[in-house]
C-alpha cells in the first residue's frame, strides 16, 4: 500500500469486518529503517546454492524505498550454473504516530504499538512497528 488513502481504506475495511473486542493486529517497518536500508547497502548474500546482490534507493520526502534484487540461484542439474533473476520491490514507511491517529480514526478504541518482535513499548529506535488494534 503505496499511498495514505490505501492505508485509511484498509484501516476501515479492517475495522468494520471486526466484532466488537475484536483485535487488529500488523506489522510495518520504522521509518528509519529505510534510512538504515540505504545507508548500509548493498547487502549481498554468497552460499552455494543462492547468492544475491540488494540495493536500494530511497525517496526521503514519501519514505518510500525500491529493492532492487539480482537473484542467482544454483541449477538443480549439477551442471555448476546459476539462474539469474531480477526483482523490484517498493515498500513506503508511514509516521507512527499518523498510523496511531488513524486506527483511532476509523473506531479502534485502543491501540498499542511494540518494537521488533518484543512485547516492549515502541520508540524511535525500533526496527519494526507492531501494532495491536482493539474494537
Known amino acids: 500500500m503505496l499511498e495514505e488513502q490505501d492505508i485509511q481504506a484498509v484501516l476501515a475495511r479492517t475495522y468494520a469486518g471486526l466484532r466488537d473486542g475484536g483485535t487488529f493486529l500488523f506489522d510495518v517497518h520504522h521509518p528509519n529503517t529505510?534510512?538504515?536500508y540505504e545507508?548500509?547497502?548493498?547487502?549481498v548474500l554468497d552460499e552455494p546454492a543462492v547468492s544475491y546482490i540488494w540495493t536500494c534507493e530511497?525517496?526521503?520526502p514519501r519514505r518510500e524505498i525500491e529493492h532492487h534484487l539480482s537473484i542467482f540461484a544454483r541449477e538443480e542439474s549439477g551442471s555448476g550454473l546459476y539462474r539469474r533473476f531480477e526483482e523490484t520491490h517498493t515498500q513506503r514507511a508511514y509516521d507512527?504516530?499518523?498510523l496511531?491517529?488513524?486506527?483511532?480514526?476509523?473506531?479502534?478504541s485502543l491501540v498499542t504499538t511494540y518494537a521488533d518482535f518484543?512485547?516492549?513499548?515502541?520508540?524511535?529506535?525500533?526496527?519494526?512497528?507492531f501494532y495491536v488494534a482493539v474494537k
Open 34 to 36: 529505510l534510512l538504515r
Open 39 to 43: 545507508e548500509e547497502q548493498p547487502f
Open 58 to 60: 530511497l525517496d526521503v
Open 96 to 98: 507512527p504516530q499518523w
Open 100 to 108: 496511531t491517529d488513524e486506527l483511532y480514526k476509523v473506531g479502534f
Open 118 to 129: 518484543e512485547w516492549i513499548p515502541a520508540d524511535d529506535s525500533a526496527q519494526r512497528l
